[in-house]
């Protein structure tokens, strides 16, 4: 099995940051792309941003130059630096990883259980 877990979150002022890391570990034979994604309330779950093992990144255009993502491929981690936060960043927040578990085989979508990121104004 794949475990995903996570750590961070919390409640923090406009233009406060926060650090969001995440984990997967168990049957891994490669993981594709992690990456973060979020769903605030009455609103569909969106990309936030997403990593690539090669490094290639991609940004909602919401949170671009204000959040930076980065991976440890050696230790399967993804973390997420949330600068100059806005109160429109206030959601759940859920790591996403794309795991293939062995050579040849497919990948499929792990998830973290998701950490609430507030933002007041």
């Known amino acids: 099995q794949v475990q995903v877990v996570e750590s961070g979150g919390g409640l923090v002022q406009a233009g406060g940051s926060l650090r969001l890391s995440c984990a997967a570990s168990?049957?891994?034979?490669?993981?594709?792309?992690m990456g973060w994604y979020r769903q605030a309330p009455g609103k569909q779950r969106e990309l936030v941003a997403t990593i690539t093992s090669d490094g290639i990144t991609n940004y909602a255009d919401s949170v671009q130059g204000r959040f930076t993502i980065s991976r440890d491929n050696a230790k399967n981690t993804v973390s997420l630096q949330m600068d100059n936060l806005e109160p429109e960043d206030t959601a759940v927040y859920s790591c996403?990883?794309?795991?293939?578990?062995?050579?040849?085989?497919?990948?499929?979508?792990?998830w973290g259980q998701g950490p609430q990121v507030t933002v007041s104004s």
């Open positions: 996403n990883a794309k795991v293939q578990r062995r050579s040849y085989g497919r990948f499929f979508d792990s």
């Open positions: 168990g049957t891994i034979f490669n993981i594709h792309t």
